[in-house]
Every structure is written in C-alpha cells, then in structure tokens.
C-alpha cells in the first residue's frame, strides 16, 4: 500500500491541476458570453431606437412644408448606423468607436430634428408624433442602461482574463475587450439658444 501512495498524491494533484484548468477555461467562456449577451441588448436598444425613427420621419414628414434637409440627414445618419454590425467576440476599440460615433451621428441628427419640430404647432399637436417622441426618450434611457450594462459586463471579463494566473493558462485566447465612452465633444457643455 505504501509503494502506491506517491502514485495516489501524484494522481490526485494531476486531477486537481485538470480540474482547476477547466475551471479557470469554463469561467472565462461564461465571461465571454455574458458580454456578448450584454452587447446584444445594446443592439437590440440601438435597433428599437432605429424602428422608432423611421416611424418619426414617416409621421414628420406629413406636415407639408418641413424642412427636407433635416429629414435626410436623419434618414441618412440611421441608414450609416444600421449598416455597421460588429462580432462582440472580436471587438476592438476601433470598431467600438465607429459604431459609437455611427449612433452619435444619429442622436445629433435625431436632436435637430426635434428642434425643428418645436417650429411646427400642428405637428406638436400630433398624436402619433407625441406618443413616438415619448417613446424613443424612454428607448436613449434603454440604450443608456444597455450600454452601462455592458461595460459592467466588459469589467467584470476584463478583470477575470487579464489576472494572474488566469492570464497564464489563458495564454492569449481571450484578449481585453473595450468599454463604451462617451461621444467625442460629450464634455462641453450643450449651448442653448432661444
């Protein structure tokens, strides 16, 4: 019994060392998927957000004398953003800051538009028009809570792959992945005009 105990200890800390492998290997695969589902919900908010205003420029669109520069550039700032789509398993901060910038031109677009509307009295008066204006605000709070859901979701794999000794037996297959920041300018202060 003696001259098998070596080969039990040496059995069992070669189980233990698999083990803790497979551990460290399902941890960070659990990670990967929770950012990549934390990323579709922010699709999926920016996607709604685009619905919303197609519907918006549809609805604007009936009052007949509106200006039709501010339309265009709302159909064409949300035409730019649909078509970019970004695999989250391989995002880099580049590709994060072009969607990020594809969606910001759509929010500077979609905000000349509403204050144009403000010149339009039977527009406001609108049914439809008030209740899609009620809804995408309620969508910018959903895209809102998407994305810090996601950067919650990116802390939290980033911390757990970039540690030690993760890091190590990791060895390289799952990299940093970016945080959503705000749009460049977003720190000056917004001018308002009357």
Same mark, same amino acid.
């Given at each position: 019994?003696?001259?098998?105990?070596?080969?039990?200890?040496?059995?069992?800390?070669?189980?233990?060392?698999?083990?803790?492998?497979?551990?460290?290997?399902?941890?960070?695969? %659990?990670? /990967?998927?929770?950012?990549?589902? =934390?990323?579709?919900?922010?699709? !999926? *908010?920016?996607?709604?957000?685009?619905?919303? #205003?197609?519907?918006?420029?549809?609805?604007?669109?009936?009052?007949?004398?509106?200006? %039709?520069? /501010?339309?265009?550039?709302?159909? =064409?700032?949300?035409?730019?953003? !649909? *078509?970019?789509?970004?695999?989250?398993?391989? #995002?880099?901060?580049?590709?994060?800051?072009?969607?990020?910038?594809?969606?910001?031109?759509?929010?500077?677009?979609?905000?000349?538009?509403?204050?144009?509307?403000?010149?339009?009295?039977?527009?406001?008066?609108?049914?439809?028009?008030?209740?899609?204006?009620?809804?995408?605000?309620?969508?910018?709070?959903?895209?809102?809570?998407?994305?810090?859901?996601?950067?919650?979701?990116?802390?939290?794999?980033?911390?757990?792959?970039?540690?030690?000794?993760?890091?190590?037996?990791?060895?390289?297959?799952?990299?940093?992945?970016?945080?959503?920041?705000?749009?460049?300018?977003?720190?000056?202060?917004?001018?308002?005009?009357?």
């Amino acid at each position: 019994m003696r001259k098998f105990l070596p080969i039990i200890v040496i059995g069992g800390i070669l189980l233990i060392g698999i083990m803790w492998y497979m551990n460290v290997n399902n941890t960070a695969n %659990k990670k /990967t998927q929770g950012v990549n589902k =934390e990323w579709g919900n922010v699709e !999926t *908010s920016y996607q709604r957000r685009n619905d919303l #205003i197609g519907n918006l420029v549809n609805t604007v669109k009936g009052a007949a004398d509106f200006e %039709k520069g /501010t339309l265009t550039a709302v159909i =064409e700032a949300r035409s730019k953003a !649909t *078509s970019m789509t970004i695999d989250p398993s391989k #995002i880099t901060p580049e590709q994060l800051e072009q969607f990020n910038q594809a969606q910001g031109g759509v929010s500077s677009a979609l905000s000349r538009l509403l204050v144009t509307v403000e010149q339009y009295p039977q527009l406001r008066a609108n049914e439809n028009f008030l209740k899609l204006q009620d809804e995408l605000a309620s969508t910018e709070n959903t895209i809102q809570t998407a994305r810090t859901r996601y950067n919650e979701a990116v802390q939290d794999y980033n911390g757990y792959v970039l540690n030690m000794p993760q890091n190590m037996i990791l060895n390289g297959k799952y990299t940093e992945k970016p945080f959503f920041k705000s749009v460049a300018g977003a720190e000056k202060p917004v001018e308002v005009k009357f």
